[in-house]
């Protein structure tokens, strides 16, 4: 229902950084806990990070190793996730999916981005 757009993906060496933002256009955005998940080719989409609505609350996969960030500017209806020390194995597709209360289950998002890639080379 709400409208998510993505940006910020691209190739970056191992070791590199990335900003990834998500854009809403709905009013209710700031209410919403915003949900990153990313998903490899023949791969299931698996949980990356969350943020609540009002931003105070964040919680993270175990393989994010304190590399990733995630905050949220309400007043810009957008959400971030800051990749850093990236390595290989986060080449992925990631989303972002807005969701009433904070959850690490995708099926509990209703509402998701296009998608952004984020490719790492070695």
């Known amino acids: 229902q709400v409208q998510l757009v993505e940006s910020g993906g691209g190739l970056v060496q191992a070791g590199g950084s990335l900003r990834l933002s998500c854009t809403s256009s709905?009013?209710?955005?700031?209410?919403?806990?915003v949900g990153w998940f990313r998903q490899a080719p023949g791969m299931e989409r698996e949980f990356v990070a969350v943020?609540?609505?009002?931003?105070?609350?964040?919680l993270y996969a175990d393989f994010v190793q304190g590399r990733f960030t995630v905050s949220r500017d309400r007043a810009k209806n957008t959400a971030y996730l800051q990749l850093q020390r990236l390595k290989p194995e986060d080449t992925a597709t990631y989303y972002c999916?807005?969701?009433?209360?904070?959850?690490?289950?995708?099926?509990?998002?209703?509402?998701w981005g296009q998608g952004t890639q984020v490719t790492v080379s070695s």
């Open positions: 999916a807005a969701n009433p209360s904070m959850s690490i289950k995708s099926s509990d998002f209703a509402s």
């Open positions: 709905g009013r209710a955005f700031g209410n919403l806990a």
């Open positions: 943020i609540s609505g009002s931003g105070g609350g964040t």
